[in-house]
């Protein structure tokens, strides 16, 4: 009779370890081939098991719980995207979160876009907080870790490529556009500013407004040229974006009458340069505004497809505005 029950518990012992066996080790494929598991900041065991069983990658959302919690797995989980394309098992899963596998993800900001347009795009792309990225980005506290003679962060998120994880925190992206920013100014461009008597605020200012005006990349160091002239012969820089920066964007075509637009941003009203960038400059920007080829140049117009005619004189321009706006007519 003894040897019965001990059989009898054998048995039972060995199907309950072969279950939890299947359910723990037990490999499955994602239903549709591939499967994406979003972990956010502050998610429980018990949510990501919710999620894990719609995706249909665990046969016991309670084992999962259970494992996490014994094997201190709870305690560790990363956040970010976790990408499924080959059969897993529930141990396979916790692993991943545990050693945070989660998919780094390659985003690029591109040149000439203004604070709150960085910010959408890191919510889309990355999943972080666009709000939570703008006010970083104007938070006095937070900007102080940075030599920034402003009240927010314009000019200073470079533009290029970048990886992080999903959900990343703001504060590390915004740190890390803004880091990039001063890494950039290494020390040959440091003398070359020191010989234009300017600082990293003035030649990011300037590198913006040439990155506003270039709508094609080739044109940047000869937009350079006219406005390093104009500064040089003392005429005002009149940058059409300056004003539409100062007017906090248009959605229309920039007009005679706006050019009168009281700010200190407006180089139509002010000599010299405005008091800060009015976008966010790349480096090809940059060495443009510190490294502007020699040219007689003074004035350019658009042509209407981002590029520019350039004139020397008042009567070329002109000439050159009447071309421009017989061919608009004409369009």
């Not at 499967?35 to 999962?64: E, H, N």
């Not at 461009?189 to 003035?202: C, F, S, V, Y």
């Not at 506003?212 to 820089?237: D, Q, T, Y």
């Not at 003074?298 to 321009?317: M, N, P």
Request: charge should be positive; proline fraction near 6%; glycine fraction near 8%.
């Amino acid at each position: 009779m003894l040897k019965k029950i001990i059989l009898a518990l054998l048995i039972v012992f060995l199907v309950t370890a072969g279950v939890l066996a299947y359910l723990v080790f037990g490999k499955i494929s994602p239903p549709d081939g591939t499967a994406t598991l979003i972990v956010p900041k502050g998610a429980t065991t018990a949510t990501i098991a919710a999620d894990l069983d719609k995706l249909g990658l665990v046969r016991s959302p309670t084992i999962f719980r259970w494992l996490a919690r014994v094997g201190n797995v709870d305690r560790h989980i990363k956040p970010g995207r976790y990408d499924f394309a080959k059969p897993v098992s529930t141990y396979d899963i916790l692993q991943d979160l545990y050693r945070q596998h989660a998919v780094i993800l390659s985003i690029t900001f591109p040149e000439g876009w203004q604070i709150d347009r960085f910010a959408r795009y890191a919510e889309l792309k990355l999943g972080v907080s666009a709000a939570r990225f703008s006010e970083l980005c104007r938070d006095s506290l937070f900007l102080s870790a940075w030599p920034i003679p402003a009240a927010d962060a314009e000019g200073y998120l470079l533009p290029a490529g970048y990886q992080f994880y999903w959900g990343a925190e703001p504060e590390e992206i915004v740190g890390e556009l803004i880091t990039a920013t001063f890494a950039m100014f290494v020390d040959s461009l440091k003398t070359r500013m020191a010989e234009l008597g300017w600082n990293i605020h003035q030649t990011l200012t300037m590198a913006s407004l040439i990155e506003a005006e270039a709508g094609v990349a080739a044109e940047r160091p000869r937009i350079s040229a006219v406005f390093h002239n104009r500064l040089r012969k003392g005429i005002k820089l009149q940058c059409d974006p300056t004003v539409i920066y100062a007017m906090g964007g248009l959605d229309r075509r920039l007009l005679y009458r706006d050019l009168t637009f009281d700010s200190p941003y407006n180089t139509y009203l002010h000599y010299g340069l405005p008091p800060g960038p009015i976008c966010n400059p790349g480096k090809p920007a940059v060495m443009a505004a510190l490294y502007p080829p020699k040219s007689d140049e003074l004035y350019f117009v658009a042509r209407g497809d981002g590029t520019h005619i350039f004139s020397k004189t008042l009567r070329e321009h002109n000439r050159a505005r009447r071309e421009v706006k017989h061919l608009r007519g004409s369009n």
